[in-house]
């Protein structure tokens, strides 16, 4: 069993290397491999992530017309596909057709370098509201 205080080390860099990895696969050694810690002690971490689970509450907000933009997850997507929104232009929050959530979202959390979708989109979160800086 690892100690705590390497536990939380190991996720603290997993985490720090793989943000932006969110489809993470799991069975490649990779991260290992660049000596961030033990094989071992990466199946523990495995174990430990599938178990324990990181949840949030999600806190929602009726929508005020006036607060931001809003517009559906296709339509948010061509925007940053298009270069329309990016991170120096605002920040968006994930929302309904009539909520909007606590969860911000943000351009570059989109495309990866190899241009694939990097983010997973929870089922509730059809729409966008965006917020021009």
């Not at 931001?68 to 298009?82: K, P």
């Not at 929050?93 to 969860?103: I, K």
């Not at 943000?106 to 989109?121: A, C, I, K, Q, Y």
């Amino acid at each position: 069993m690892i100690q705590h205080s390497r536990l939380f080390e190991i996720v603290r860099s997993f985490l720090t290397y793989s943000f932006k990895e969110i489809d993470f696969d799991y069975t490649k050694l990779t991260w290992v491999e660049q000596k961030h810690c033990t094989a071992e002690e990466f199946a523990e971490l495995v174990r430990w992530l599938k178990d324990e689970p990181l949840r949030k509450t999600v806190k929602f907000a009726d929508i005020d017309p006036e607060d931001g933009c809003l517009m559906t997850r296709d339509e948010f997507v061509l925007g940053v596909g298009s270069n329309a929104f990016t991170d120096d232009d605002g920040f968006g929050e994930l929302a309904t057709e009539n909520q909007v959530s606590d969860e911000e979202i943000h351009p570059s959390w989109l495309v990866r370098p190899e241009g694939e979708s990097g983010f997973n989109w929870p089922d509730w979160a059809t729409h966008v509201l965006w917020y021009n800086k």
